[in-house]
């Protein structure tokens, strides 16, 4: 059976939906440190659990005969900067007691990583798998640690952790968390609210960027993989990478009179221009098939599709 911990985030649900239509419904198992709103409840079993508790954890694990195991908990990049000590907790301390378990019971363990991973001194057009990484977030470098903990524990232990470093995520239909790159979910609430988007990045900020449904896709891939395709346990995924002008002129053929202003943010803008711009997922192309299905058109033409301004689609099209 299947635990998703931090499972109320902007992935979890969605992929616990992934994992129910492929393991049936009661074998995956989505928990979280705060309740879940009534409808997210129902549509199967959901447990608290706080990584932070070790016996909690492992009660949950052994109890539910669990063997896969995807680590969501974590404080993004912008949240994690606001609140130091408790991101240093919940992603370091949290992940060493999610390791443990997992190499005590011989877990599948899925880790995600990111683009936050690599910083100012890595090569940032494209980044490839390999390279330096010096991130300035206590999240970035809370992932760092992450995946060498994570390839540690497998060739030590022979732990099967799995991690992809994903790009800031797209969704239409779950709030993201971070801070960083979630301008790019804003400007479509915006658009349908009010026509008007104040953008705290700068127009040329280039970032990788991804909708959700690739994300989830490629997630349940590398962990349906066959061990031995895998010739690394982090790989990095790709889409598509945009400005937030690049976002608003795509938008815009949806919702014409939408006015974008920018208003940047210091403290995001400094955490973005220390991040890719391109991401090299050349590995994960030969080892093990991935391959994304949306890219920015179908991202924008799918986002609207989900929040209901069908009339728009047919005007843009
Ligand atoms: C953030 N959306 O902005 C998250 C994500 C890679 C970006 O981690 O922090």
């Not at 492992?58 to 990049?77: C, D, G, K, P, Q």
């Not at 973005?272 to 391959?291: H, I, L, Q, T, Y």
Request: glycine share 6%; proline share 6%; with cysteine.
């Amino acid at each position: 059976r299947v635990l998703i911990t931090g499972g109320l985030g902007q992935l979890g649900v969605g992929l616990a939906k992934l994992l129910r239509k492929r393991f049936g419904k009661n074998n995956v198992i989505l928990s979280d440190i705060r309740k879940p709103a009534d409808n997210v409840f129902y549509s199967g079993p959901f447990i608290f659990a706080d990584i932070l508790d070790y016996k909690n954890l492992r009660e949950i694990v052994v109890n539910n005969r669990i063997t896969w195991l995807f680590h969501y908990s974590a404080l993004l990049s912008a949240v994690g900067e606001a609140n130091v000590p408790l991101a240093r907790a919940v992603n370091i301390t949290g992940l060493h007691n999610v390791l443990d378990i997992a190499a005590e019971h011989n877990l599948r363990l899925f880790v995600p990583s990111t683009i936050g991973a690599f910083g100012p001194t890595s090569p940032r057009d494209p980044t490839p798998d390999l390279c330096i990484q010096r991130p300035r977030t206590i999240y970035g470098v809370s992932k760092v640690h992450a995946e060498l903990m994570g390839e540690y524990y497998h060739y030590r232990y022979g732990l099967d952790f799995r991690c992809l470093r994903y790009p800031g995520i797209i969704s239409a239909d779950s709030q993201p968390g971070g801070g960083t790159t979630d301008y790019a979910v804003q400007i479509f609430h915006d658009a349908m609210k009010s026509g008007k988007f104040k953008c705290y990045l700068r127009p040329d900020t280039r970032l990788p960027m991804m909708y959700i449904d690739d994300c989830l896709k490629a997630t349940l891939e590398i962990m349906e993989a066959p061990a031995e395709a895998l010739t690394m346990r982090t790989y990095n995924i790709n889409a598509m990478s945009f400005t937030p002008e690049e976002l608003a002129q795509e938008v815009q053929k949806y919702v014409p009179e939408l006015q974008v202003t920018y208003n940047v943010d210091q403290v995001k803008q400094a955490i973005a221009d220390s991040w890719p711009m391109n991401f090299d997922d050349s590995n994960a192309r030969r080892d093990w098939g991935w391959k994304h299905d949306y890219d920015l058109p179908e991202l924008v033409t799918t986002m609207f599709s989900y929040l209901g301004s069908d009339s728009r689609i047919a005007q843009a099209n």
